[in-house]
């Protein structure tokens, strides 16, 4: 049975559109140009980290996030900036009896905005807390030590097979593939987005759903 389920966070619960856009102008590139390079990135199998070096050779992300901070501009995401279905698909699980977790590859500094948005979850963690990002598989290590469950027990949901997907099947969890934002939109064909999921989704509206007539079918 699956008995808890722990969320990605970027394109997953938050439309990072905006973020991109405001990573745009600090280049001082145009939005459409960043946006069309960032997707090719992606399509080429490459580290997304790379798009800013196409503009801006020798590019520091986590330098640039302090310069950032320091002119007024930092990373900031709020309650419009959350996909509509992420607090509705939350409740259900929880008020279904689920355990449910938020944990992703962000800063401690996202990490304090999420907390801070007062979501329906029992865990928010990040990369920056846990000491290691995805696709280490020591990330995953993690959020089975923090989930009060086995980990065939867990679905992790994300957009990216190979950030999220791949990682998560190799720890042994049960995952669920969302078809949004750039990754999950540019890799939903790959074979590996039916072969090794346990489900995929449109929508975390569909969740409850999926893991009631999962969970009925285990029994």
Request: proline share 6%; with cysteine.
């Amino acid at each position: 049975m699956i008995r808890a389920v722990v969320f990605d966070v970027g394109e997953c619960l938050v439309d990072e559109t905006r973020e991109y856009g405001t990573w745009a102008d600090w280049l001082e590139v145009p939005r459409h140009t960043f946006a069309a390079m960032f997707g090719a990135v992606i399509a080429q199998g490459r580290d997304y980290r790379e798009t800013f070096q196409v503009f801006r050779p020798g590019f520091d992300l986590t330098e640039e996030r302090e310069k950032r901070a320091a002119a007024g501009k930092p990373e900031w995401f709020g309650e419009g900036d959350l996909y509509p279905d992420v607090r509705p698909a939350l409740s259900a699980l929880r008020e279904a009896g689920l355990w449910v977790g938020i944990a992703g590859n962000q800063t401690v500094r996202a990490g304090g905005l999420l907390r801070g948005l007062d979501l329906p979850a029992d865990l928010i963690a990040t990369s920056d807390d846990w000491g290691a990002s995805k696709p280490d598989v020591k990330f995953f290590e993690h959020v089975i030590e923090a989930t009060p469950a086995e980990p065939e027990e867990i679905l992790y949901v994300g957009d990216r097979l190979d950030n999220d997907i791949r990682p998560a099947v190799a720890a042994g969890l049960r995952t669920a593939l969302i078809r949004r934002g750039p990754w999950g939109t540019i890799q939903q064909h790959d074979p590996d987005a039916d072969r090794i999921t346990t489900m995929r989704i449109d929508s975390l509206s569909e969740l409850p759903e999926k893991v009631a007539k999962f969970n009925a079918g285990v029994r």
